[in-house]
Each structure stands twice: as structure tokens, then as C-alpha cells.
Nanobody
Framework: VQLVESGGGLVQPGGALRLSCAASGFTFSRYTMSWHRQAPGKERELVTTITSAGGITNYIDSVKGQFTISRDNAKNTVYLQMNSLKPEDTAKYYC?????????WGQGTQVTVSS
């Protein structure tokens, strides 16, 4: 099982990034996918989730209207489009795959928002 995040980097405030998480080794289309983030000195927090078929998404209040989660089950990939980035969005971003019995994590990708 692998989850490989990519797309992080350094961006100026107001900028945008698109994170990707490529999955392998399990039946991606059967899993709820989510993005989490962990800032230095803080606990990891859930940012957004998307159901297995992509029909339902949820976001924490602080990113509503700013971030968009999507998935392509044909490509076994989940995405996180992040717009209007703020310094407080700086964190390491992780994707997670969850079913009733399993939970898998990627290694994370760093997002730094700074001028």
C-alpha cells in the first residue's frame, strides 16, 4: 500500500497550489479520502474529506470556499486545490485513505506560505 503526496512548496500569500495524492496497493474507489495538515507545534488536523464515489465533501470552516478536494478514481488520485493561501495554511499536508477496517497514510508534503 502506498500513498504518495506531491505538489507542495513555497508560495506567496494569495497564491495557489494543487496537491496530489497517488494511491496504489488497495481498491482506491472503495475508500473515503481525506487531507490532513500539521503545523509546527500543533496537532494534526483534518482539513477535508471526500466519499468513495466523490459525491459528498466536507471541509473545516477555516478552508471553506478556499480549498477544494476532488478525486479521480480512474487514476487512483485525490487532489487538493488550495487558493488564496495564507501564512496560517503553512503545514505539512497528508492524505489518508479510510475504510471500515483500514486506514493508510502518506508521508506528507510541505506547504509553506510566506513572502
Amino acid at each position: 500500500v502506498q500513498l504518495v503526496e506531491s505538489g507542495g512548496g513555497l508560495v506567496q500569500p494569495g497564491g495557489a497550489l494543487r496537491l496530489s495524492c497517488a494511491a496504489s496497493g488497495f481498491t482506491f474507489s472503495r475508500y473515503t479520502m481525506s487531507w490532513h495538515r500539521q503545523a509546527p507545534g500543533k496537532e494534526r488536523e483534518l482539513v477535508t474529506t471526500i466519499t468513495s464515489a466523490g459525491g459528498i465533501t466536507n471541509y473545516i470552516d477555516s478552508v471553506k470556499g478556499q480549498f477544494t478536494i476532488s478525486r479521480d478514481n480512474a487514476k487512483n488520485t485525490v487532489y487538493l486545490q488550495m487558493n488564496s493561501l495564507k501564512p496560517e495554511d503553512t503545514a505539512k499536508y497528508y492524505c489518508n485513505a479510510r475504510s471500515f477496517t483500514n486506514s493508510y497514510w502518506g508521508q506528507g508534503t510541505q506547504v509553506t506560505v510566506s513572502s
